[in-house]
């Protein structure tokens, strides 16, 4: 992996890493499903990253909408960057709402910030 260059936004250089993933056969559908039942609630994984920075689409992900694939498309392609974990990622997140409380699920945190600041 290239280091990240002074000039580009984490966002960008991730979605320029996640074409690379795609053009280098990184990125496939997983072929099941992300939703998992904890109790009474359904939880829905759309996508994943894995290592080597392999990223999988579970089966609900083609069934977003395009803003919606795009959300999680952008939150997959952040974890290209080396060390950003669903935690990191939701930490700088906390930190740029002014919130000092714990995070129950970083990955949902983060992406309900990413719909506040790009509607």
């Known amino acids: 992996m290239k280091p990240l260059p002074s000039i580009y936004s984490p966002a960008n250089y991730a979605l320029n890493e996640y074409i690379a993933a795609v053009q280098e056969g990184r990125v496939s559908p997983?072929?099941?499903?992300?939703?998992?039942r904890d109790g009474d609630i359904i939880r829905t994984t759309?996508?994943?990253t894995l290592g080597n920075n392999l990223v999988v689409w579970n089966l609900e992900y083609y069934t977003l909408s395009p803003s919606e694939m795009g959300?999680?498309?952008?939150?997959?392609?952040l974890h290209q960057i080396p060390g950003f974990s669903d935690e990191v990622i939701a930490a700088a997140a906390r930190t740029i709402s002014g919130r000092?409380?714990?995070?129950?699920?970083p990955s949902i945190y983060f992406n309900n910030r990413?719909?506040?600041y790009c509607p």
């Open 46 to 48: 759309y996508g994943k």
């Open 71 to 77: 959300f999680h498309t952008l939150h997959e392609a």
């Open 30 to 36: 997983s072929g099941v499903t992300g939703a998992t």
């Open 114 to 116: 990413l719909r506040e």
């Open 100 to 105: 000092t409380d714990s995070i129950d699920d």
